[in-house]
C-alpha cells in the first residue's frame, strides 16, 4: 500500500488569502487525485493530478480558483486561491495504485481548513 | 437523483448484532464498486471491493446486484470498533474517478 502525508495538516485562513497544500507519496505513482469534503458531506472529487500536464477538473471546479501542480510521480501540491468561508473543508490527496486483483485508492490524512 | 446513494442512518446497534446496509448507483457503466470506512476526523479507508460473485472478509460480506444497480454490505457480530460512518464508492464507468455516497453512520452500543 501507499503512505501519503500532507501538510499542513490543519490552518485557519482569512478570507482573501491563499494556501497550498502539499501531497507526498512514499512511493511514484501513475494517478493522483485531490478531493473535497465538506462538512457533514461525503468526497467531491476536484481534479486528477497530472505529471507533466495540466490538471484535468471536475465540473464545477476551475484552475484559477484550485490550481495544482505534479512535478514528478511522488508530490502534488493544491492551491485554493481567494479563499471564502464556504471553501472550508477537508481537502484530501488520493493515489490510484493497481493491485493484486483489485485496484486500490488510498487516501492521505487530510488537510482541515478553515476560512474566516 | 445522485449517483450513488446511501441511506445516512444511523444505524445504533447493540454489540453483536448483524446490520446490513444498501446502496445503489445510478451509472450502469460503472465498473469498480467498494466500500469505504472514514471514522470520525479520519481519511477514508479501503474496506473491501465489491465482486458480482459476492465476497466475503471475516465478519464482512458484500454483495452486488448489476441488474438492479444495488450494493450490500452486511456486517456479522458488531464489534464497538465497528462504528463508523461506511462509504458505498463506485467508479465513473471504467475509469478510476470514484463517486461517493453520503455514507451510513454505524453506532455500535454496549
Known amino acids: 500500500s501507499a503512505v501519503i502525508s500532507q501538510k499542513p495538516s490543519r490552518d485557519i485562513c482569512q478570507r482573501g488569502t491563499s494556501l497550498t497544500i502539499q501531497c507526498q507519496v512514499d512511493?511514484?505513482?501513475?494517478?493522483m487525485f485531490w478531493y473535497r469534503q465538506q462538512p457533514g458531506q461525503s468526497l467531491t472529487l476536484i481534479a486528477t493530478?497530472?505529471?507533466?500536464?495540466?490538471?484535468?477538473?471536475e465540473s464545477g471546479f476551475v484552475i484559477d480558483k484550485f490550481p495544482i501542480s505534479r512535478p514528478n510521480l511522488t508530490f502534488s501540491t493544491l492551491t485554493v486561491s481567494n479563499m471564502s468561508p464556504e471553501d472550508s473543508s477537508i481537502y484530501l490527496c488520493?493515489?490510484?495504485?493497481?493491485?493484486?486483483?483489485?485496484?486500490?485508492?488510498?487516501f492521505g490524512p487530510g488537510t482541515r481548513l478553515t476560512v474566516l | 437523483r445522485k449517483e450513488v446513494e446511501q441511506d445516512p442512518g444511523p444505524f445504533n446497534v447493540p454489540e453483536g448484532a448483524t446490520v446490513a446496509f444498501n446502496c445503489t448507483y445510478s451509472?450502469?457503466?460503472?465498473?469498480?464498486f467498494f466500500w469505504y470506512r472514514q471514522d470520525c476526523r479520519k481519511e477514508p479507508k479501503l474496506l473491501m471491493s465489491?465482486?458480482?460473485s459476492g465476497n466475503e472478509d471475516g465478519r464482512f460480506t458484500a454483495q452486488l446486484n448489476r441488474a438492479s444497480q444495488y450494493i450490500s454490505l452486511l456486517i456479522r457480530d458488531s464489534k464497538l470498533s465497528d462504528s463508523a460512518t461506511y462509504l458505498c464508492?463506485?467508479?465513473?464507468?471504467?475509469?478510476?474517478?470514484?463517486?461517493f455516497g453520503t455514507g451510513t453512520q454505524l453506532k455500535v452500543e454496549l
Open positions: 488520493s493515489v490510484f495504485t493497481p493491485g493484486q486483483g483489485t485496484d486500490t485508492q488510498y
Open positions: 512511493s511514484q505513482v501513475t494517478m
Open positions: 493530478a497530472n505529471q507533466g500536464s495540466e490538471a484535468t477538473y
Open positions: 451509472n450502469s457503466a460503472s465498473q469498480s
Open positions: 465489491v465482486y458480482s
Open positions: 464508492v463506485v467508479t465513473r464507468g471504467g475509469g478510476n474517478k470514484l463517486t
